[in-house]
C-alpha cells in the first residue's frame, strides 16, 4: 500500500510565495485595463454629449450658451456677481433621450433652484450616467460643493483665462473667447479657427489627486449668483504665473479645485466642437490650451 507525501511546511511556503508573485505581477495589469476601460467609458459620455450639443446647434441653430443668466437691475455693475441661471447641460437634455426630465425643470419658464439640504427628488438632483465619468472618486450622486443638485464631472470650457486674474465677474463670464458662455449665440460659422480645434466641454474630478482636491460640477447650471464654476470654466491663459489654476490638473492655483481634471492618468478628456473626443495632455502649455478654448484667436494648435 502506498503512502501519499504531503507537502511539507517549507514547500507550502514556497507555493503560497509563488502566487503572491503572481498575484503582484497580475494586479497592476489589471487595475491598468481596469482603468483603460473606464477611460474608453468616459469617452464615450462626452462623444454623448458632444453630440447632443450638436443636435442642439442643428435644431437651434446656435450652441447652448454655458448659462442663460437672468438680467437683474442689482447686477448691472461691470464688477458684479453675475446671476444664477439654467446651463448648458439642462439645454441639452431632449436631445440625449431625457426629455420627460426637461419638460419637469420647464427651464423656459421657471428659475434654477438654489442650493438644497439634502437628497430629495426634485428635478436638478436627477442622476444622470452620461455626466458622470467612470473614473470619477466617490461617486457621489450629489455635488455638496455645488449646493447638493447633481454632480457632473463635464463642464464647459467658455474661453482663456482673461487678464487680470478671474474676478467671477459678469463680464467675464459673458465676453468669453469659446463657443459657449454667458448668454451666448455662436454658431459653427462663428469657428474660424476649425471646429476640430476648440473645445466645447472638458472634465472636472470629484475627489483628490495628490494633494489636490477638485469640486467636479452640476449639468443643471449656474445655482446661485455668483458661483461660475458650478457648470463652466476657463482653459490655458498667457503664463503658468498669471492663470496657473487653468491649466489640466492644476495644484497650484488659487482656484486649482475648478481646474480642469481627472483620474485618468496624464491628462484629461475633452469634446471639441466637431464632437470629436480626445485626451489633453497635462503638459500641455498654457498657450496652447488657450488656443485650443477658444474660438478665433488665430492661433491653431497640434494637441
Partial sequence: MHRHRAFTLVELLVVIAIIGLLIGLLLPAVQATREAARRNACSNNLKQVGLAILGFHDAIRRFPPAVQAVPSPTNLAPGAAPNGGWGWGTFILDYMEQTPLSAELNSAKTRIPGPIAGAGTTGVQSYLPTFVCPSNAGNAR??????????????????????????????????????????????????TDGTSKTVLVAERLLGRVGTQ?????????????????????????????????????????ANSTFAVSSNHPGGANVVFADGSVRMLSETTSQPALAALATRNDGKVVNE
Avoid: K
Fill in 142 to 191: 450629489l455635488n455638496p460643493s455645488r449646493g447638493n443638485h447633481a454632480t457632473a464631472n463635464y463642464i464647459a470650457v467658455i474661453g482663456a483665462a482673461p487678464l487680470p486674474e478671474l474676478s467671477f465677474s459678469t463680464a467675464q463670464l459673458t465676453q468669453a473667447g469659446g463657443c459657449m458662455f454667458g448668454n451666448s449665440r455662436v454658431r459653427i460659422a462663428d469657428i
Fill in 213 to 253: 482636491d477638485y469640486q467636479a460640477g452640476i449639468w443643471s447650471g449656474l445655482y446661485e449668483d455668483g458661483r461660475v464654476a458650478s457648470n463652466l470654466w476657463w482653459l490655458g491663459g498667457t503664463t503658468e504665473a498669471n492663470h496657473a489654476s487653468h491649466r489640466i490638473l492644476a495644484t497650484n492655483g
